[in-house]
C-alpha cells in the first residue's frame, strides 16, 4: 500500500456514517479517484476548505491497488475557488463542468490536457464577462468531447465523406454536418444558422477562456440545444446538466397568477 501525493479538484462528496465523507476528485496523476475522509464532518474539519466541491487541492491518500475507495491521510485547499463564485450563475456553470467529468469520464488514467481543460472552464467561470458563461460552458464541452474521441466532424459529411450540405445540416445522431443525399435520409437534423456554426468551429478550436468573444447570447442557446442532443446521443451517461436547470427556471418569465375563485 504505497503513499501518493497529487492534486486534483472536488467533483462532490456524500457523507458517510456520522463523521465521514467519500470525496469524488478528478486527480491531476492518477484520474477519477474517491477517497474516504474520516472525521471529515466534524467541526471544525481537520481538512477545512480542501474537500469543498470546485476546491483545487493537495490530497495525500493510501493507493491501494483494485479498489475504488482510497483512504484520505491529509488534505491541503491550493485554491478555494469555490470561495470567490459568489454570483450563482457563476457558481452554476461551474458546477455544471465538475458535473459533465463526473459523468462522462471514469477510471484512473491520468489525461493532462483534461485536467487542464478543467481548470480552465473553471477559471472561465470566475472570469468571464456573466453573459460569456453559455459560451464557456459550450466551449467546454465540445473541446471535452473531442479530448474523449467524440469531436463534432465539420470539415466533411460525417456519414460517408462527401463535400457538405450548403444548408448546414448538423445531425446529432452522426455527431456532425451532412451532405445533402445523407441529410435527406436522416431524422433529427438540425439547421444551424451561418453564425450559429461559425461559433461551433470558434469553440472546438479557440482557448475556453476567450470563448466569450465568439458566441453571442442568442447563438449560444440555439448552440446548446444542438450540443446537448449531441451528448445524449454519444454518452449514454450524459443526462442533460442539472446545475444549469437551476438557471432555466430562474430565467424564465414569472408564470402569471393563476386566477382564482372567491374566498370563502
Ligand atoms: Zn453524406
Known amino acids: 500500500m504505497a503513499l501518493v501525493t497529487t492534486e486534483g479538484i472536488v467533483l462532490k462528496t456524500h457523507a458517510l456514517g456520522d463523521t ?4 469524488s476528485v478528478y486527480t491531476r496523476d492518477h484520474g477519477l479517484r ?18 469543498e466541491p470546485l476546491s483545487r487541492s493537495r490530497f495525500v491518500f493510501y493507493m491501494k491497488p483494485d479498489r475504488d475507495l482510497h483512504l484520505l491521510s491529509k488534505a491541503e485547499v491550493l485554491d478555494a ?9 457563476r457558481l452554476a456553470h461551474a458546477q455544471a463542468s465538475l458535473e459533465l467529468v463526473d459523468r462522462l469520464i471514469w477510471g484512473e488514467e491520468p489525461h493532462a490536457r483534461l485536467y487542464a ?15 460569456a458563461l453559455p459560451a464557456v460552458t459550450l466551449a467546454f464541452q465540445l473541446q471535452l468531447a473531442s479530448e474523449l474521441g467524440y ?3 465539420l470539415d466533411q459529411c460525417a456519414v460517408d465523406g462527401e ?13 456532425g454536418l451532412l451532405c445533402d443525399r445523407c441529410a435527406a435520409h436522416e431524422g433529427g437534423v438540425v ?16 482557448p475556453v477562456l476567450e470563448a466569450g468573444e465568439y458566441v453571442e447570447l442568442p447563438r449560444a442557446g440555439e448552440l446548446l440545444r444542438v450540443i446537448e442532443d449531441f451528448f445524449r446521443m ?3 451517461r450524459f443526462q442533460g446538466l442539472r446545475s444549469l436547470e437551476v438557471l432555466r427556471v430562474l430565467e424564465a418569465p414569472e408564470a402569471p397568477e393563476p386566477e382564482r375563485g372567491p374566498e370563502r
Not at 474517491?34 to 472525521?39: D, T
Not at 475557488?81 to 450563475?89: C, N
Not at 481543460?117 to 453573459?131: F, K, R, W
Open 34 to 51: 474517491k477517497f474516504v475522509a474520516k472525521g471529515a464532518r466534524r467541526t471544525p474539519s481537520r481538512f477545512g476548505y480542501a474537500l
Open 234 to 236: 454519444h454518452f449514454q
Open 20 to 23: 465521514s465523507r467519500i470525496v
Open 81 to 89: 475557488v469555490g470561495s470567490r463564485l459568489t454570483e450563482l450563475s
Open 151 to 153: 469531436r463534432p466532424r
Open 191 to 206: 439547421f444551424l444558422s451561418p453564425e450559429a456554426l461559425a461559433s461551433l468551429a470558434l469553440l472546438l478550436s479557440r
Open 163 to 175: 463535400p457538405v450540405s450548403q444548408r448546414r445540416a448538423f445531425s446529432p445522431t452522426r455527431g
Open 117 to 131: 481543460l478543467l481548470m480552465q472552464a473553471l477559471t472561465g467561470c470566475e472570469e468571464a464577462p456573466v453573459g
